[in-house]
């Protein structure tokens, strides 16, 4: 019985351990363990909406970054230099109200927005183009529900309205996006 248990906490540890790099997942516990301290509760949903929202946020404003120098199509440069501009500005409201309501930022990109850079890196000239545009609109895409799902649900009355004004401009991005991916395509 000793053994089993020995074994089983091991499997633990080994599985939180290979979870663990993920700066999204680190900052998300970092937060509860500050909410749980300081006695708040269901705050879980905010703090994984925050800590995804700030590695999306980074990993856009490193495709428009990369997009800006490497496009090869104007329309391409120019969508990119609003979209870093503007998850630049939602990037720093975030971190904003990350001081506001104690909760905790990941500084890097988490485990899949960091291989979506990678990805893209590997393309080159107008594949590069398209593959950026895609990505951009996935993202988008992706980040809309996220934000819509937050606004509606979230715990923090803070993080709720956010995400609620940003709204507006991730649907402009994604129209854009689309527009440009049927232009490309």
Same mark, same amino acid.
């Given at each position: 019985?000793?053994?089993?248990?020995?074994?089983?906490? !091991? +499997?633990? +540890?080994?599985?939180?351990?290979?979870?663990?790099?993920?700066?999204?997942?680190?900052?998300?516990?970092?937060?509860?363990?500050?909410?749980?301290?300081?006695?708040?509760?269901?705050?879980?949903?905010?703090?994984?909406?925050?800590?995804?929202?700030?590695?999306?946020?980074?990993?856009? *404003?490193? +495709?428009?970054?990369?997009?800006?120098?490497?496009?090869?199509?104007?329309?391409?440069?120019?969508?990119?230099?609003?979209?870093?501009?503007?998850?630049?500005?939602?990037?720093?409201?975030?971190?904003?109200?990350?001081?506001?309501?104690?909760? *905790?930022?990941?500084?890097?990109?988490?485990?899949?927005?960091?291989? #979506?850079?990678?990805?893209?890196?590997?393309?080159?000239?107008?594949?590069?183009?398209?593959?950026?545009?895609?990505?951009? !609109?996935?993202?988008?895409?992706?980040? !809309?529900?996220?934000?819509?799902?937050?606004?509606?649900?979230? #715990?923090?009355?803070? *993080?709720?309205?956010?995400?609620?004004?940003?709204?507006? *401009?991730?649907?402009?991005? #994604?129209?854009?996006?689309?527009? +440009?991916?049927?232009?490309?395509?």
């Amino acid at each position: 019985m000793k053994r089993y248990l020995a074994f089983s906490f !091991l +499997l633990c +540890l080994l599985l939180a351990s290979c979870n663990s790099d993920d700066s999204i997942e680190l900052a998300k516990e970092q937060s509860m363990q500050q909410f749980e301290a300081a006695g708040i509760e269901n705050m879980e949903n905010d703090a994984l909406f925050a800590a995804e929202a700030a590695s999306a946020n980074m990993l856009l *404003v490193q +495709l428009s970054d990369a997009a800006i120098n490497r496009g090869v199509s104007p329309e391409v440069k120019n969508f990119a230099q609003r979209a870093e501009n503007t998850h630049r500005q939602m990037n720093n409201e975030l971190e904003d109200v990350a001081w506001q309501t104690n909760i *905790v930022l990941p500084q890097t990109l988490g485990n899949a927005d960091q291989k #979506t850079f990678d990805e893209l890196m590997e393309k080159e000239g107008i594949s590069f183009d398209v593959e950026f545009i895609r990505t951009m !609109l996935d993202q988008h895409e992706d980040l !809309l529900k996220r934000y819509d799902d937050i606004a509606e649900n979230g #715990t923090s009355m803070e *993080v709720k309205q956010y995400a609620s004004r940003q709204l507006p *401009v991730l649907r402009q991005h #994604t129209d854009a996006a689309q527009r +440009l991916k049927e232009k490309i395509d």
